[in-house]
């Protein structure tokens, strides 16, 4: 290994936040790993020190290197975790900076984009002036037809009443002259 490797762990932990106590985790791992001590001490009926007898009965192989070495994981793989994690924001800042440096030189050497850009923009602003041109005069064709169609709707209205009126005037004159018909005829005709 070389020197900048190891300088570069030492740094790395030194800068770590405080990991939880190894006594204390290796507890609560033991614990959890020996569930059966707490199963046992509450299932059982009894009083308190027959209760214990049970609990303690129930643990019959105490694991305690695989406990240490499941312990000895987790923290390898904490350590691991955030030295990646410190190695990946380092690799991001790196780029962070090669990009501000190449974009300050490309500013100049790239004026030949910027002008097309602005080109196709005002192409595209005239394209759009013309659809919305053509937009409202297709609006105001639509309305103009919309407006003679229900203008003859309404004459169409207007005769159809006009012609249910004749029809029916018709209907009473027809029913008039057959009355007046029938009564010149029995006039004429003697009884």
Same mark, same amino acid.
């Given at each position: 290994?070389?020197?900048?490797?190891?300088?570069?762990?030492?740094?790395?932990?030194?800068?770590?936040?405080?990991?939880?106590?190894?006594?204390?985790?290796?507890?609560?791992?033991?614990?959890?790993?020996?569930?059966?001590?707490?199963?046992?001490?509450?299932?059982?009926?009894?009083?308190?020190?027959?209760?214990?007898?049970?609990?303690?009965?129930?643990?019959?192989?105490?694991?305690?290197?695989?406990?240490?070495?499941?312990?000895?994981?987790?923290?390898? *793989?904490?350590?691991?975790?955030?030295? @990646?994690?410190? $190695?990946?924001? &380092? /690799?991001? +800042? %790196?780029? #962070?900076?090669?990009?501000?440096?190449?974009?300050?030189?490309?500013?100049?050497?790239?004026?030949?984009?910027?002008?097309?850009?602005?080109?196709?923009?005002?192409?595209?602003?005239?394209?759009?002036?013309?659809?919305?041109?053509?937009?409202?005069? *297709?609006?105001?064709?639509?309305?103009? @037809?919309?407006? $003679?169609?229900? &203008? /003859?709707? +309404? %004459?169409? #209205?207007?005769?159809?009443?006009?012609?249910?009126?004749?029809?029916?005037?018709?209907?009473?004159?027809?029913?008039?002259?057959?009355?007046?018909?029938?009564?010149?005829?029995?006039?004429?005709?003697?009884?």
């Amino acid at each position: 290994m070389s020197i900048k490797t190891l300088k570069a762990v030492v740094k790395f932990n030194e800068n770590q936040r405080i990991a939880p106590r190894f006594i204390l985790t290796y507890l609560v791992i033991w614990f959890v790993w020996h569930n059966q001590l707490f199963t046992s001490f509450f299932t059982t009926s009894g009083d308190f020190l027959t209760r214990a007898n049970v609990a303690l009965a129930s643990v019959t192989d105490n694991h305690y290197l695989i406990v240490l070495a499941i312990t000895c994981f987790f923290y390898m *793989a904490r350590l691991g975790y955030y030295f @990646l994690k410190n $190695k990946t924001q &380092a /690799l991001l +800042e %790196e780029d #962070d900076i090669a990009e501000i440096e190449v974009g300050i030189d490309q500013r100049f050497a790239k004026s030949e984009d910027i002008d097309r850009l602005m080109s196709m923009i005002t192409d595209l602003k005239t394209q759009l002036a013309v659809t919305k041109e053509r937009d409202q005069k *297709a609006n105001a064709d639509k309305n103009l @037809l919309i407006k $003679k169609f229900l &203008a /003859l709707r +309404e %004459e169409l #209205d207007e005769v159809k009443a006009e012609n249910a009126l004749l029809t029916k005037s018709n209907k009473t004159l027809k029913a008039r002259l057959s009355d007046s018909c029938d009564m010149e005829a029995g006039v004429l005709e003697p009884s």
